[in-house]
C-alpha cells in the first residue's frame, strides 16, 4: 500500500514534475510486487462495493446576491485584454464562465493577434491559475507585512533617491513611463535599469549603423515576393510571429497549379517553424550569416542593383562553392522582384548582420514598402538603461566610495536567472541590504532579494502597452487579483508618495494623458486604439558609419556551410519557443508541448546534426559537457546536458534553448533540463568557440515523436506547384481520396455534415493548435515519465516527418541524413464515415452522430481500448490514472462544457462539439440557418495561419467544401477504405527552378527515406 | 443397493437450484429496479431548503410566471435561480421583517449567496441547454411537474436517460405552444399538437453528443 500511496495524486502540486525516480503517479506500478498487488486487488473490489452504496452528495445552487447586468449563467462574456512580453503586447480577447477566466482568443482587431494566437497565450489561464504563485509577502522567505515595505520605499526616497536603484522589464506601458519619467525628476539621484534577455537590442544597434538613428524593423509581407530569413525565425520567435505568419500564410494559399506563392528562403542552424515553412532551407552556423549577407549584397550589386560608390570594394566578395550557387540564385530572386522582397535577420545576429539587411533592403527598393522602420516602441530600447552591467556597476561602486545602491527594487523579470553569465548579478544582488522583487514566483531573483511581494499576472490588471507596431493595447482584469498581488505602477506610485488609487482609477486619470483624444471605453471594448501604429520613419542609409560595418564583413573568413573539422563548436542560444526565458517554466501545459521540430517535451537538449553527434560519439539522450572558455581571466563555464539528434541542423553548431534548469521555488520547473543562460553573453546570440565532450551518461528524453519517417506510406503527400499543374502530380493526388469500396455499412447522414480540411502548405508546426485544444478540452498533462511511456493526451498532435527533397537542402548535400527537410502534419481524429474504432466497441461507447461526428461517449466507456488499437491513425487517448486535479486552483480554469474525464475512459477529438451543439442550439433558439464559418473548432480559431478550416459540407458557402474540390486535396491513408472526413491539402513548395531538381518534376516528394 | 439419497433430496436440489436461478436474476434485476426506483432517483422527496419557499403561494395566489425568477430559462442552458436582489424586489416592501426570510436579509447585508439545495441534479457529464428545449415548445411542467401545488419543490420525474430518450424519439405528444410555455394547466386541443410539431420542426436527437460532450 505504501508504494501507491507514496505517489498518489493528491500528494503532488501539480502532475509529474518529471524528475527521473519520480514521474508521477504511476511510479508505483513499477515496484509493485505481487503480494501487494492482491493487496490492492483486494482492497479495490472493497472499495468498489462502498461506493456503489454511497448516496448522491448533496449540491448546491448559489444565486449572486447582486447579478450583474452583464453576466448570465451559462453564456460566456470575453473581455478584450493583452498579455506583454519583452514589452510587446498581443492582444486577446478571453472568455469568462461566471466570472472565471477560461479560454483565451486573439483580438481579430489587435495586429500582433488578427484574431490568433501563440501557444504561449493559449496556457496564459493556467498560468493565471497556478498554485505555485507567491501569495504573501515575505522577508527572507517568512511572512512579512507591507507596512515594513511603505517604511523602506519612503527611507530610499528621502535623499532625492540617492542609493536606490530600480531595475523594470523593458515596457512600452504609456502609464509606467509617465512614471519612471516623474520618478527621474523628482528622485534624480535613483538609478533605472530595464532588463530582459530577449528583447530587441541588435536590430536597433544595426538600424543605428545603417540608418544613423536607433529604429525598430517593420516588415509587412502582404507584397513580398521573396522573403530571405537569416537566421530569422520570422513565424515562431519574433513579437509579431502571428501576425507575420498570417501574412507569409495569405501569399501561400494554393487553389490550383495556376496559384501564385511567395517564395521563403530559410537560411539558420537550428531547425525553426520559419524553416519548416520555407521552400529553401539552407543550414549555416550562426556566426556565417554575416558573410552569407554581406555575400548577398555583393551578389545583387554585381547583378546590376545600383549601389552608391561607398559600397564599391564589396563587388570581389564571392561565395565559397558550396553555396555560391545559392546565393546567386536568391540574388536573381531578390532582383527580379524589385520592392516587393523581404530581407530579414534574427536577433542573435549582431548589429552588423543588420546593417547589412538594411542595406540590401534600401538597394532593393524594400524600404517604405514592405520594410518599414519606427521609432522603437519600448522605452529608451537600445539606450545605456537597457544594459544590465549599469546595475553591477552602481552596486559595486557601494563598497568603494559609501554611495551607490543600498535600496534595490526588482519589479518583475528574473534577472538573477536571465543575466549574462559575464554579469555577476546574484552576487551584486545579495550584496544590497534592502532588496524587494515584485513577481508571480519565488524564483531565484526572489531568493536573491530581502522582500518578495506578489505580483500580479496580466489577466488581473489594468493597464496599457504597445503592440510591436506602437498600437495602443489597454489591459483590463478578468478577476480580482487572486492573492492580493501588486503590479509594478502599485509600487512606483507609492515610491511618488501618490495617494492611494484603484488601479482603475489611476489608468482612468492618465488614459487622457497617454493617449489623447482616444476613449478609454471604445479602446476596452475593442483592445486597441485605431491608428495608433507608430508612423513610418523615412531614412537614408548613413554610409558614413555604414560603409565600415560592411567592410567588417566582407573581410571575414568564408567557410563552407558544413565545415565542421575543428575542434571547437559553435554554440547558438536561443528562446524555447514555449517556455521563453524561463518565465513561464512552471506552466505543465507549455513543458508537455512537444518543441515544434524536435518534439522534445518536459526538458531541453544541446540539439545537433546527426553528423556532429556522429563526431561525438553521441545519440538521444547522452550527456555531453559543454564548455565555454573564460574570457579575461574568468573561469571557464561547463553546462552538462543530453544531446538531442535534429536532422537538418547546421553541422559543427549546438543550439541550446533558454527556459530550463531553473533553481527557484517553483516546484514544476525546478531542476528540469540545462541552464543555457550560464553560457550566454549579452556580445552575441552564438559562441563560437565552445568545447563539447561526451560524458558517458545517458539522461532519457521525452520525446512525442520518435518515428520520424512515414515508411512511404501515403500520409504527407507534398510536391512543387509546378508538379501541381502537371497531370502526372495530380492523379497521383486523386487516387488518394473518394469513395472506396466497403463491407461496411454507411451511417445515415442527417443535417449538416461537418467537415475539416487542412492545409499543409501553411501550416509551420507552431502548435498553437495543439495548446487550444488542451485549453478548449480540458485534456490532462501526464508527466515526464507518461510521455516517454507514450502516454500523452494531447487530442491533438503535430507529426513531424523527416523527408528529403531531391536536390537536397543545400545543394550540395554532405550527409544525406543531415541534410533532411522536416514536413509537419496536424493530426487528430479523422472522423472516419466509416470509422474502424465504432466495430470493435463492446459497448457502443464510440459511435457515429448523424452529422458525421465519431463521438466519444465517456460514460458509457469501460476502458477495453479496443477502439485505439484499431485506430490506424493513433489519434485515441486513454486516461491510464486520474488525471482530474479537483482539488487543484487549476480546475477553476476548466472548460465547463466539456466533461473532465475520469481514470479508465478513451478520448479523442470531438470537432470540438460543445462548440457545434452551443452554435446549432443558439440557431435553433434564434430560428436562423447557422452561417457557413459560424462554427469554429478551437484548433482552426487559434491558428496564426488559418491551416485548418472547418465547416458542413452540405453548405455550399462553406469554405471546406471548396477545399475538397481542390486538386491536392486528400485523405490520410485513402487506402484503408475510412473515408476521414478531415482532409488535407498537400504541402506545396514553390522551389526556386534555379536550385530545385525536381522543379521540373512531375511527381510528389518522398518522406520515407530517414528513419 | 438403497438409495443414497432419501427422496426429499429431489425437492432441496429443486429448491436449491430455483434459489441459485433466483439469485442470479436478482443480483442483476434488483439493482436494475432499485436505480430506477424513486429511492434512487429522488422522486417525491421535498428537498428542505434554507427559506421555506412556497412556489403554491407565489405562483397560485401571487400569479407570478415562472420566467419572472428563472428568467434566463428562455435564453440559455440554466434557468437560473433568482439573485437576491430579485426575491428583494418585492421583499423589501412586504413581509419585509418575517423571520422566515432571513436568510433573505442576511444575504442581501453580507453580499454572500444563499445556499439553495439542489433538486434536479443531472450527472457532470449531462449537458441540457433549457433554453432550446423552451423554444420548441416543451413547458416547464412537462419536466418539473405541478411547481403550483409544491409547498416544497421536489422532483417529479424520473430523470433518467431512459426518461429523456422517450420525448427524444418523439417530441410531439410534449409540445405546446411556445406562449403557453409556462401554464401548469394547458392541454392540447385534437391535432393541436401535430400543428405544432409543423410550426416548430422539433427534432428526433437520440445520438450520444446531443447530450454528452
Redesign the interface.
Known sequence: MSAMSHDHPHEHPGPGPGDDDDGGEPGGLDRLSRRALFKLAGAGAAAAGLAACSS?P??????????PPEV????PLHYATALVEDGFATGLLVASREGRPVKVEGNPDHPASLGATRAIDQAAVLSLFDPQRARAVTERGVPAAWPAIERMLADATARGGAGLHLVLEPTSSPLVIELVGRLRAALPAAGVTFWSPFTPRSSIAGNRLALGRPLQTQLDFRAADVIVALDADLVGDHPMASAYARQIADRRRVVDGGSAMNRLYAIEAGYTPTGVMADHRMRVRGSQIARIAAELLAELQRGGVPAPAAAGRFAQLTAPPDRARWIAAIARDLARVPGRSVVAAGERQPPAVHATVAAINALLGNAGRTVGYTAPVVFEAGGPSHDLANLVRAIDRHEGDGGGVTTLLILGGNPVYTAPADLAVADAISRVDRSLYLGLYDNETARACRFMVPGLHELEQWGAARAYDGTITPLQPLIEPLFGGRGVADVLHQLLGDPPASPRDRLVQAWPRAVPGADLEAALVRGAVANTALPGVTAALAWDTLAPALAAAAVMPAEPAQADGGATLELDIRPHPFVHDGRYTNNPWLLELPEPTTKLTWDNAAQLSPATAARLGVGDGDVIALTIPGTGGAASRTLAIPAILVPGHADGAITLQTGFGRDGGEDIARGIGGNAFRLWTTTAGFHPAARAVALGEHRALAIAQVEASTGDRPIVLSGTLHALGGEAFRDELAGHRGAQPSLYPAFEARGPQWAMSIDLTTCNGCSACVMACAAENNTPVVGKRQVQNRRQMHWLRIDRYIGRYPGGTTGAGIDAASDATAVVQPMLCQHCERAPCEYVCPVEAT????DG?N?M????CIGTRFCSNNCPYKVRRFNWFDYKDHRSLRVLGKNP????RDRGVMEKC?YC??RI?RTE?DA??A?RPIGPEEVQTACQQACPTRAITFGSLTDPQAPVVEHRHRPHSYAVLHDQGTVPRTQYLARIRNPNPALDGTADGAAGDRHGGHG | MAALFPPWTNTATRIVLGAVALAVVGAIATPMIYARSPYAT?QQDPVLQPIAFDHRHHVRDDGIDCLYCHE?A?????A???????CLGCHNQIWNDTPSIAPLRD??E?????????VH?L???V?F?H??HV??GIGCVSCHGRVDEMAAVHQVQRLTMSWCLDCHRDPVPNLRPRERITSMTWTPAPGEQAELARRYQPRSLT????C??
Not at chain 1, 461517449?857 to 458509457?860: A, K, L, V
Not at chain 1, 462544457?897 to 473532465?900: E, H, M, S
Not at chain 2, 428562455?74 to 440554466?78: I, L
Open positions: 448522491r448533496a449540491r448546491e445552487i448559489l444565486p449572486y446576491a447582486g447579478q448570465t449563467p451559462g453564456i459511435s457515429h452522430s448523424p461526428l463521438e461517449t465517456y460514460n458509457r462544457d466539456v466533461t473532465v470531438t462539439v460543445q451543439r442550439i435553433r433558439v430560428d | 429522488g434566463d428562455e435564453r440559455s442552458a440554466f437560473g435561480v433568482p439573485a437576491t436582489e430579485r444575504s442581501a453580507t453580499g454572500l449567496p444563499i445556499r439553495w439545495q439542489r441534479s450527472p457532470d457529464f449537458y441547454d433554453s432550446v423554444r420548441r445520438h450520444c453528443s446531443t454528452h460532450r
